[in-house]
Antibody, heavy 123, light 107 residues
Framework: EVQVLESGGGLVQSGGSLRLSCAAS????????MGWVRQAPGKGLDWVST????????YYADSVKGRFTISRDNSKNTLYLQMNSLRAEDTALYYC????????????????WGLGTLVTVSS | EIVMTQSPATLSASPGERATLSCRAS??????LAWYLQKPGQAPRLLIY???TRATGIPARFSGSGSGTEFTLTISSLQSEDFAVYYC?????????FGGGTKVEIK
């Protein structure tokens, strides 16, 4: 059974940092691109970042570019999101999600999502 | 950035009725369009990809259509578990973008 489990959220002051983790199981982690999608309280879905299966390619939303860094450790089946210079508008539930197709350029939609980890940035 | 616009924002319907949800892209995304369902307190669930292909385990009452800039998700006969929020997402270009969602509520 495919599972992705996020951790690392919490309350942080504006300008602070957090590192989110996502532990994956039930599939060949090193074959699939992974992503982070966030959802502010009461709002819709907002893509944050995607990393290729090898980690060689990364993509970011303009709103987080230069502040957030996505990475992965395929030996630990774990995805990360390092978040620096946090702002109040980064407050959201952060979901880790698995790209459906392995090792395939494009086709960047997600077939499994975790339950999310809540990040709250206080101003 | 490709802007995805969903309509209506809220759809009120009764169980057994047909529901039609729309998603419009600000420029062509070919058939690179996915639909998700999200229930309160739950993670999104993939329903449709490639504009019209049902994901694994998705009932046949869900169907997707369209290409280019206009897309439709149809639920042929609403079941109690279908009352939720639906999002479309384009994956034709970076950044990936989602629509604002359509809430399907019980009439």
């Amino acid at each position: 059974e495919v599972q992705v489990l996020e951790s690392g959220g919490g309350l942080v002051q504006s300008g602070g940092s957090l590192r989110l983790s996502c532990a994956a199981s039930g599939f060949t982690f090193s074959s699939h691109a992974m992503g982070w999608v966030r959802q502010a309280p009461g709002k819709g879905l907002d893509w944050v970042s995607t990393i290729s299966n090898s980690g060689d390619y990364t993509y970011y939303a303009d709103s987080v570019k230069g502040r957030f860094t996505i990475s992965r450790d395929n030996s630990k089946n774990t995805l990360y999101l390092q978040m620096n210079s946090l702002r109040a508008e980064d407050t959201a539930l952060y979901y880790c999600a698995k790209k459906r197709l392995p090792s395939t350029p494009g086709q960047d939609y997600f077939d499994y999502w975790g339950l999310g980890t809540l990040v709250t940035v206080s101003s | 950035e490709i802007v995805m616009t969903q309509s209506p924002a809220t759809l009120s319907a009764s169980p057994g009725e047909r529901a039609t949800l729309s998603c419009r892209a600000s420029q062509s995304v070919s058939s690179d369009l996915a639909w998700y369902l999200q229930k309160p307190g739950q993670a999104p669930r993939l329903l449709i990809y490639g504009a019209s292909t049902r994901a694994t385990g998705i009932p046949a009452r869900f169907s997707g259509s369209g290409s280019g800039t206009e897309f439709t998700l149809t639920i042929s006969s609403l079941q109690s578990e279908d009352f939720a929020v639906y999002y479309c997402q384009q994956y034709n270009n970076w950044p990936l973008t989602f629509g604002g969602g359509t809430k399907v509520e019980i009439k």
